[in-house]
């Protein structure tokens, strides 16, 4: 019968797969296999572990201002007679800037003077009454009462001639005008806005308690603005609020930079990161190396060149940043941490190093 025919070639390659069965299975595994699952070893990098100096930056916002500015106004009420600058006009110390219709603060002037006028020749009448004992002495009293009177009089009208004008109290720029020419102006209505641009720029933004107890006066300071995204301005924290704004919680931080450019303009949204001076010595390992992380907490990989494999370790978080963490615990100088490849691995297995490195910030 034609099936008798093929009966030998089906028991010899039944017997061959037997054969070959047996004779792999009793060979060891290949050296690249893990000796734990049987499957092939991980190719990963590793970052060598490596402490250092670091302090923490606080990433936050600000408004920009001149250091000092002054809003200037009148002490009496009065027609604006002359308003001779602008928005945007730079001014030198002691220049004319405003000044109002002056007849009714002279007339005062010369009101005044006229009474202490009177009031001297009529102490003198007294006076020489009662030496001749022709009038008291209370009312010789009165009589000097009515002159240091007079004097107080013109004094006050002086000072009122004086600030019915503005002049510029330093070298600066007209930030604001508040008021045009022949408007009604009361006392104290601000009329214009100047900046001492000798003193510079500060820019005022809100720390956290958390935050603000990292920061001390003179810690450094680098600022970007969005008008120059291509500039870096560095300046200084000059002054710490040791009181939080009721409305936001936070604590103002002043930072005060020259002004070195007039590419600045008074209310620029400033990006900030501040480099607190306090430092601690920590470990910055990539964020590829975490697979597991908590709020205090996280775990990593460490490499074992002995038996190339690896072990999860439990390391103290410290922060986050971007592209890194920190940790001050659980990892010794100069050891190995599997940075790409990692979430491929679990703990006890032989994985192949493509290449190490060491992990840490450049300065």
């Not at 809003?71 to 009065?78: E, V």
């Not at 030198?92 to 005044?112: F, I, R």
């Not at 990006?271 to 306090?278: G, Q």
Request: a negative charge.
């Amino acid at each position: 019968m034609p099936a008798s025919r093929h009966c030998p070639g089906l028991v010899t390659l039944a017997l061959y797969c037997i054969v070959y069965s047996v004779f792999y299975s009793t060979m060891p595994l290949p050296a690249f296999a893990s000796p734990e699952s049987g499957k092939p070893p991980v190719s990963v990098t590793t970052e060598t572990v490596q402490y250092q100096q670091y302090s923490r930056p606080i990433r936050t916002s600000g408004i920009l201002a001149y250091k000092s500015q002054q809003t200037l106004s009148f002490k009496t009420a009065g027609p604006v007679a002359q308003l001779l600058v602008d928005e945007g006009d730079r001014v030198q110390t002691g220049q004319l800037l405003a000044s109002l219709t002056m007849e009714e603060v002279n007339a005062q002037v010369d009101e005044a003077r006229a009474r202490l006028d009177l009031a001297k020749r009529n102490l003198e009448r007294i006076s020489k009454l009662h030496k001749n004992n022709v009038v008291s002495l209370d009312q010789l009293q009165s009589a000097e009462t009515e002159l240091e009177v007079a004097r107080s009089r013109l004094r006050i009208t002086l000072f009122n001639q004086r600030y019915s004008r503005i002049d510029a109290p330093s070298q600066g720029l007209v930030l604001r005008r508040h008021v045009e020419e022949n408007e009604l102006v009361t006392p104290n209505q601000p009329v214009l806005v100047v900046a001492d641009t000798a003193r510079g720029w500060v820019l005022k933004t809100g720390l956290t308690d958390e935050e603000i107890v990292r920061v001390k006066k003179n810690d450094k300071a680098l600022i970007q603005f969005d008008a120059w995204p291509g500039q870096t301005f560095t300046g200084q924290v000059t002054r710490l609020a040791a009181l939080a704004d009721e409305r936001t919680g936070t604590f103002q931080v002043e930072i005060a930079f020259p002004e070195t450019t007039s590419k600045l303009r008074s209310g620029f949204v400033g990006k900030v990161t501040l480099t607190p001076s306090r430092q601690q010595m920590l470990a910055l390992i990539p964020v590829e190396s975490v697979v597991n992380a908590s709020r205090s907490s996280a775990e990593v990989f460490v490499y074992k060149p002995g038996d190339q494999s690896v072990t999860l370790r439990n390391i103290n978080l410290n922060f986050m940043e971007s592209g890194f963490i920190a940790s001050d615990s659980g990892l010794e100088e100069g050891e190995a941490v599997i940075s790409s490849g990692a979430g491929f691995l679990l703990d006890g297995d032989t994985v192949i190093v493509s290449e190490a490195a060491a992990y840490g910030l450049q300065e």
